[in-house]
């Protein structure tokens, strides 16, 4: 029995059309226009952005008091509207109300949650801070499941207070301890982190989470699918009674609701999809399901890497073996690949990313739970080599394409045993459920439908190999943590590298990362992006952080 699985095929055309009639039957394309998938909640959002969000997103951020220097160091980077989330989340968040964002990835829901965040935090040298209970301990924490994640999210953090002096510090596996114990004992306001580095920091005493004021929790249904339920538990119990919470999550299910209604006080529902979203799946992206045999998926691969127009492509794998072998399988064709998984050790993860975004490797092979800090825009391909388990990890890992308003292919690999499992996938997403075509490297429905040259061999020619590949991207040494070596290697084979920190799953060990200020600057060793003053510059107003519960003011307290 192989560790293939299977996936699914369908086209979401961008028109109204409300035919569900499938196509031709020697293609792999169902036509699903106007096909709704119903909604995975067992709870139904207070706010929604049907029709409502139009007038809201052609607001500025000002515009919903958000304060100037968060407004200036946005507006540097491009950002001046919000995107739907935003501005459903930014007046309730800035009420001081707590809230369950239903947002799926890469809709912009981290500034949703960010700019409140950093607004009732107040950072070194602004008036109030001396005075503050909190000053040199966090104020604000957020937890997310995956390392990738953390340091995506601290990265869009330091950008909105790069002319702010908060310090942001990344806590997440893979990493030495000691450059993030170092960091926090400096003082930290705000912490990004998983779990498990959260917890062995807080059992080692360096962690203290009494004058958090604010906690977010990040794509929650995730955290709860990797088990992180008692570690959150364990995290929010450590935390003051009063304070805000915001949780964020791509699907509802029950086990996310009873979590709101557990360590929430009276929440407010919010459910926002993208601009072209039909239901769960998104209309710009073209679905394609094939049955192929696992003998000769790469082959099949190695000619979808040709089709015309292909840029940036995501192969998506179940198991991390599989992710290393067709990594390396198409490396030896020619192919700018790299592997991304969690049996490398951080170092390589960072280098395969870093290279992927850089544009030296176009094919990233990812297991789910590596892939979910990817956020590239210019995705146009994504191949399910393995079937997902769900319709929820379908439904993210489709989500890589198609987004920002870009149109985008995704590509389901069906084995003859997962038929079954695409079966309940499809039916869960309002999915028309038809028996995937039959496919080989050498059909001419998948050349007809993907857009492959005539002539299409299983290598890329040498002439098209430009890319400089994965080499080309330096691997740093992060003194990482259960390893024989400082760093894992990253090139072909990628899978060889060890093996797991420690027992904490999609995590591993941890430790701090250092992330670019939204200016590119870097603080004196700070493990996120803080923003410093420079000697001589005139003194910032006054800043007072302004808690309220449902509307009403808190009174300040300097108790734990």
Same mark, same amino acid.
């Given at each position: 029995?192989?560790?293939?699985?299977?996936?699914?095929?369908?086209?979401?055309?961008?028109? #109204?059309?409300?035919?569900?009639?499938?196509?031709?039957?020697?293609?792999?394309?169902?036509?699903?226009?106007?096909?709704?998938?119903?909604?995975?909640?067992?709870?139904?959002?207070?706010?929604?952005?049907?029709?409502?969000?139009?007038?809201?997103?052609?607001?500025?951020?000002?515009?919903? %008091?958000?304060?100037?220097?968060?407004?200036?160091?946005?507006?540097?980077?491009?950002?001046?509207?919000?995107?739907?989330?935003?501005?459903?989340?930014?007046?309730?968040?800035?009420?001081?109300?707590?809230?369950?964002?239903?947002?799926?990835?890469?809709?912009?829901?981290?500034?949703?949650?960010?700019?409140?965040?950093?607004?009732?935090?107040?950072?070194?040298?602004?008036?109030?801070?001396?005075?503050?209970?909190?000053?040199?301990?966090?104020?604000?924490?957020?937890?997310?499941?995956?390392?990738?994640?953390?340091?995506?999210?601290?990265?869009?953090?330091?950008?909105?207070?790069?002319?702010?002096?908060?310090?942001?510090?990344?806590?997440?596996?893979?990493?030495?301890?000691?450059?993030?114990?170092?960091?926090?004992?400096?003082?930290?306001?705000?912490?990004?982190?998983?779990?498990?580095?959260?917890?062995?920091?807080?059992?080692?005493?360096?962690?203290?989470?009494?004058?958090?004021?604010?906690?977010?929790?990040?794509?929650?249904?995730?955290?709860?699918?990797?088990?992180?339920?008692?570690?959150?538990?364990?995290?929010?119990?450590?935390?003051?009674?009063?304070?805000?919470?915001?949780?964020?999550?791509?699907?509802?299910?029950?086990?996310?609701?009873?979590?709101?209604?557990?360590?929430?006080?009276?929440?407010?529902?919010?459910?926002?999809?993208?601009?072209?979203?039909?239901?769960?799946?998104?209309?710009?992206?073209?679905?394609?399901?094939?049955?192929?045999?696992?003998?000769?998926?790469?082959?099949?691969?190695?000619?979808?890497?040709?089709?015309?127009?292909?840029?940036?492509?995501?192969?998506?794998?179940?198991?991390?073996?599989?992710?290393?072998?067709?990594?390396?399988?198409?490396?030896?064709?020619?192919?700018?690949?790299?592997?991304?998984?969690?049996?490398?050790?951080?170092?390589?993860?960072?280098?395969?990313?870093?290279?992927?975004?850089?544009?030296?490797?176009?094919?990233?092979?990812?297991?789910?739970?590596?892939?979910?800090?990817?956020?590239?825009?210019?995705?146009?391909?994504?191949?399910?080599?393995?079937?997902?388990?769900?319709?929820?990890?379908?439904?993210?890992?489709?989500?890589?394409?198609?987004?920002?308003?870009?149109?985008?292919?995704?590509?389901?690999?069906?084995?003859?045993?997962?038929?079954?499992?695409?079966?309940?996938?499809?039916?869960?997403?309002?999915?028309?459920?038809?028996?995937?075509?039959?496919?080989?490297?050498?059909?001419?429905?998948?050349?007809?439908?993907?857009?492959?040259?005539?002539?299409?061999? %299983?290598?890329?020619?040498?002439?098209?190999?430009?890319?400089?590949?994965?080499?080309?991207?330096?691997?740093?040494?992060?003194?990482?943590?259960?390893?024989?070596?400082?760093?894992?290697?990253?090139?072909?084979?990628?899978?060889?590298?060890?093996?797991?920190?420690?027992?904490?799953?999609?995590?591993?060990?941890?430790?701090?990362?250092?992330?670019?200020?939204?200016? #590119?600057?870097?603080?004196?060793?700070?493990?996120?992006?803080?923003?410093?003053?420079?000697?001589?510059?005139?003194?910032?107003?006054?800043?007072?952080?302004?808690?309220?519960?449902?509307?009403?003011?808190?009174?300040?307290?300097?108790?734990?």
């Amino acid at each position: 029995m192989t560790d293939e699985n299977q996936s699914t095929d369908t086209v979401v055309p961008a028109h #109204g059309s409300t035919s569900t009639e499938p196509s031709r039957p020697a293609s792999g394309i169902i036509e699903t226009a106007g096909a709704h998938a119903p909604v995975l909640d067992e709870a139904t959002p207070d706010i929604t952005d049907e029709g409502e969000t139009q007038d809201l997103t052609a607001r500025t951020f000002a515009d919903f %008091g958000v304060e100037p220097e968060i407004c200036e160091a946005l507006a540097a980077k491009g950002i001046t509207h919000p995107f739907p989330i935003q501005a459903l989340t930014l007046p309730v968040a800035l009420g001081g109300q707590d809230i369950i964002g239903q947002a799926k990835t890469g809709t912009g829901k981290t500034l949703g949650f960010g700019i409140p965040l950093l607004m009732d935090t107040l950072g070194p040298g602004e008036e109030g801070w001396d005075e503050d209970p909190a000053s040199g301990s966090p104020q604000a924490l957020i937890v997310l499941p995956t390392r990738e994640l953390a340091k995506q999210v601290a990265d869009e953090l330091s950008t909105a207070a790069a002319r702010r002096t908060v310090r942001i510090t990344q806590v997440y596996g893979g990493r030495a301890y000691e450059p993030q114990i170092e960091a926090l004992e400096r003082g930290a306001e705000v912490v990004v982190g998983t779990p498990g580095r959260l917890i062995d920091l807080m059992d080692r005493g360096v962690l203290d989470l009494t004058h958090v004021t604010t906690v977010v929790l990040d794509e929650a249904d995730e955290m709860l699918d990797l088990g992180f339920l008692p570690d959150v538990e364990k995290i929010l119990s450590r935390t003051r009674p009063d304070r805000h919470t915001m949780l964020f999550s791509a699907t509802m299910p029950g086990a996310v609701v009873a979590l709101a209604r557990r360590y929430m006080t009276k929440p407010t529902h919010i459910r926002a999809q993208d601009p072209g979203d039909e239901g769960m799946t998104v209309k710009a992206v073209q679905q394609v399901v094939y049955r192929t045999h696992a003998l000769n998926k790469v082959e099949v691969v190695s000619r979808i890497l040709q089709a015309e127009g292909r840029g940036r492509t995501i192969i998506f794998a179940r198991t991390k073996r599989t992710a290393a072998r067709v990594a390396e399988d198409l490396s030896s064709r020619g192919f700018a690949t790299a592997a991304l998984h969690g049996d490398l050790g951080q170092g390589a993860r960072e280098q395969a990313l870093r290279a992927f975004r850089k544009g030296k490797v176009d094919v990233l092979v990812a297991t789910d739970v590596a892939a979910r800090g990817i956020d590239v825009d210019d995705v146009t391909h994504v191949v399910n080599y393995q079937c997902p388990e769900d319709e929820k990890i379908y439904v993210h890992r489709i989500g890589r394409t198609g987004r920002a308003g870009n149109s985008g292919t995704a590509v389901t690999f069906v084995d003859w045993d997962d038929v079954p499992r695409w079966r309940i996938i499809a039916k869960a997403l309002g999915l028309p459920i038809d028996e995937p075509v039959e496919t080989y490297h050498t059909s001419d429905h998948l050349r007809s439908d993907l857009g492959i040259p005539e002539g299409v061999t %299983g290598r890329l020619p040498r002439h098209k190999r430009v890319l400089a590949g994965l080499d080309a991207e330096e691997i740093e040494d992060l003194g990482e943590t259960g390893r024989r070596g400082a760093g894992s290697r990253g090139g072909r084979g990628a899978g060889r590298s060890g093996g797991r920190r420690d027992g904490r799953g999609a995590e591993g060990a941890s430790g701090s990362g250092r992330s670019r200020t939204g200016r #590119g600057s870097r603080s004196s060793q700070d493990s996120g992006g803080s923003s410093r003053r420079a000697d001589g510059e005139a003194p910032r107003r006054k800043r007072t952080r302004k808690r309220t519960r449902g509307g009403r003011p808190t009174e300040p307290t300097s108790e734990a």
